[in-house]
Nanobody, 124 residues
Framework: QVQLVESGGAMVQAGGSLRLSCAVS????????LGWFRQAPGKEREFVAA????????YFADAIEGRISITRDNAKNTVYLQMNSLKPEDTAVYYC?????????????????WGRGTQVTVSS
């Protein structure tokens, strides 16, 4: 069983930046892909970014590409999501998830373990 714990969420002003972290334990970290999703109030959970087991492949949602980056540190069992030029529409709970295939999928169903989320609020 894998456990994921997100951190780094905060309230920021539009145009600001945040780095979210996700600490992972319970499974060989370097063997699986990792992803970030978000869910705004009243909306479905949506894909944000993903990274493969090696870190060599990354994927981003079209709506946010260019403003975010995803990295992983296999020595620290941690994945990061750097978000820049934040907008009020980025306000959501951000979730980290583990993909057992290692590829870092873009679909909710690719992931079999989830963290509890961290709140990001962007004020205008």
């Amino acid at each position: 069983q894998v456990q994921l714990v997100e951190s780094g969420g905060a309230m920021v002003q539009a145009g600001g930046s945040l780095r979210l972290s996700c600490a992972v334990s319970g499974r060989t970290f370097s063997s699986y892909g990792l992803g970030w999703f978000r869910q705004a109030p009243g909306k479905e959970r949506e894909f944000v970014a993903a990274i493969s087991w090696s870190g060599g492949l990354t994927y981003f949602a079209d709506a946010i590409e260019g403003r975010i980056s995803i990295t992983r540190d296999n020595a620290k069992n941690t994945v990061y999501l750097q978000m820049n030029s934040l907008k009020p529409e980025d306000t959501a709970v951000y979730y980290c998830a583990a993909d057992p295939s290692g590829s870092g999928g873009t679909y909710y169903s690719d992931y079999d373990a989830w963290g509890r989320g961290t709140q990001v609020t962007v004020s205008s």
